[in-house]
C-alpha cells in the first residue's frame, strides 16, 4: 500500500454533511481529513451503514473510514476512489487461521477489505492501526470500485457474485461449496474481531 501523502490535497469547504464535520473539528484539508481518519483507533462499529458512525463512536474499520474518506473525495471533486477487494487470509496474514483452514479443509478463507485509490496508488487508512492482522493487505483475488457508502448488505452481494463468478471457479477452489466458504468466512470475521 502506499502512503495517504501521495493524495492530491485541498482546503475543504462547506461542500456536504462530511465536508461540515471536518471543518467544524477544525480540519481545513483533505490530507489532514486522511490523517485525521487513520489516527482514529480500529474498532468494529455498531453500524457499517450509518456514513458518520466514525464520529461518534470515535473509532471505526477500514469500510467506515474509507467510506467517509470517500464521500469527502467526492464533496471536494477530487479523483479518490473506494474499492472493495477480497483476499486471502491465511495464517500469515491472521495468527489463528488454520484451525479455520483445517477445520473447512480450506487453501485459505476469502476475505473482504477495502481501500482507497487514486491514479495508481492504493492507500489503506487502517494500515498501521491495530486491526487485526499481522501485515497490510497486498496482494488481491478480487477487486471492485465501489459507490463511496455502499450499504453492508451490498458489500455482502458483491462478496457472493465474486466467489460465484471469480474465486469458487480457481483450480484451488473449483471443488468447494459456496455454503463452505461462507461459515469459514464467519468464523474469520470473529478471529478477526478477537484479536481488536
Known amino acids: 500500500m502506499d502512503k495517504l501523502t501521495v493524495f ?3 482546503e475543504i469547504t462547506s461542500a456536504g454533511v462530511v465536508s461540515d464535520k471536518f ?3 477544525g480540519v481545513k484539508t483533505f490530507v489532514d481529513a486522511c490523517f485525521y481518519l ?3 483507533p480500529y474498532g468494529y462499529n455498531s453500524s457499517k451503514d450509518d456514513l ?6 470515535k473509532m471505526g474499520t477500514c469500510t467506515t473510514k474509507h467510506s467517509v474518506i470517500a464521500t469527502l473525495a467526492e464533496e471536494l471533486d ?3 476512489t473506494k474499492t472493495i477487494c477480497i483476499y486471502a487470509m491465511t495464517e500469515e496474514i491472521v495468527t489463528g487461521t488454520n484451525a479455520i483452514l ?10 473482504v477489505h477495502c481501500f482507497l485509490e487514486y491514479d495508481r496508488f492504493k492507500v ?3 494500515e498501521g492501526n491495530n486491526n487485526g492482522k499481522n501485515r497490510p493487505i497486498e496482494e488481491f483475488l478480487y477487486t471492485e470500485k465501489v459507490n463511496p457508502h455502499i450499504s453492508q448488505k451490498e458489500e455482502y452481494l458483491l462478496y457472493r457474485k465474486a466467489l460465484e463468478a471469480d474465486i469458487l471457479t480457481r483450480n484451488e477452489m473449483k471443488d468447494i461449496d459456496m455454503k463452505i466458504v461462507l461459515h469459514a468466512r464467519e468464523e474469520g470475521i470473529a478471529l478477526l474481531k ?3
Do not use: A, Q, R
Open 124 to 126: 489503506d487508512l487502517t
Open 102 to 111: 483445517e477445520k473447512y479443509n480450506l487453501p485459505y478463507v476469502p476475505m
Open 38 to 40: 487513520h489516527e482514529l
Open 23 to 25: 471543518l467544524s473539528l
Open 52 to 57: 458518520m458512525i466514525v464520529f461518534t463512536e
Open 194 to 196: 478477537s484479536k481488536v
Open 8 to 10: 492530491p490535497d485541498k
Open 78 to 80: 477530487l479523483p479518490v
